[in-house]
T-cell receptor, first 113, second 114 residues
């Protein structure tokens, strides 16, 4: 059974500092991994999706890496801003046919101005 | 991408009543997914809804408690039946679409049961 863990559960940084968010998963047989952002009481916004054959994806200040063999993904957010304050979730999809995502518990980020 | 809307955005309900949540997608999709996020927790898949067939429920979720309809390729409803305070959660509708099978989520329905 796939298990996804995100450490730390919470993180507080001053504005301008780079953020490093970690996601680990126990079963390396994944189809893709997706990072989401969730603001309090809201739905999820997709940030980046990495296919199992890829090592990283970039979008603006965001960069996500994937090391499937070691069961790890890292989301980097450069030059953090107060607007980056949110909960960040990673989720893995087991196969092309299997649509059930397994989510990590999330990392709650606070960027202090 | 996919744009998903949900109604209602939030509701406060009495114990023992039922609430139906609607999910509308701006494009036709084969499968729609319903997730639950309990307070302070991550997301758990309730069921997968295919158009024209019975929904497939995950372990711990049953049709009598969470009946689902899927009348066409852009719309689905989830009913939370005979509610108790333990059903207080955010319920989210989701689809996977595009060449990369990116998963998109609706804004969620925040349910409080008194």
């Amino acid at each position: 059974k796939q298990e996804v863990t995100q450490i730390p559960a919470a993180l507080s940084v001053p504005e301008g500092e780079n953020l490093v968010l970690n996601c680990s998963f126990t079963d390396s047989a994944i189809y893709n991994l997706q990072w989401f952002r969730q603001d309090p009481g809201k739905g999820l916004t997709s940030l980046l999706l990495i296919q199992s054959s890829q090592r990283e994806q970039t979008s603006g200040r965001l960069n996500a890496s994937l090391d499937k063999s070691s069961g790890r993904s890292t989301l980097y957010i450069a030059a953090s801003q107060p607007g980056d304050s949110a909960t960040y979730l990673c989720a893995v999809r087991p196969s092309a046919a299997g649509n059930k995502l397994t989510f990590g518990g999330g990392t709650r980020v606070l960027v202090k101005p | 991408s996919a744009v998903i809307s949900q109604k209602p955005s939030r509701d406060i309900c009495q114990r023992g009543t039922s609430l139906t949540i609607q999910c509308q997608v701006d494009s036709q999709v084969t499968m729609m997914f319903w997730y639950r996020q309990q307070p302070g927790q991550s997301l758990t898949l309730i069921a997968t809804a295919n158009q024209g067939s019975e929904a497939t429920y995950e372990s711990g979720f049953v049709i009598d408690k969470f009946p689902i309809s899927r009348p066409n390729l852009t719309f689905s409803t989830l009913t939370v039946s005979n509610m108790s305070p333990e059903d207080s959660s955010i319920y989210l509708c989701s689809v996977a679409t595009g060449g990369t099978d990116t998963q998109y989520f609706g804004p969620g329905t925040r349910l409080t049961v008194l």
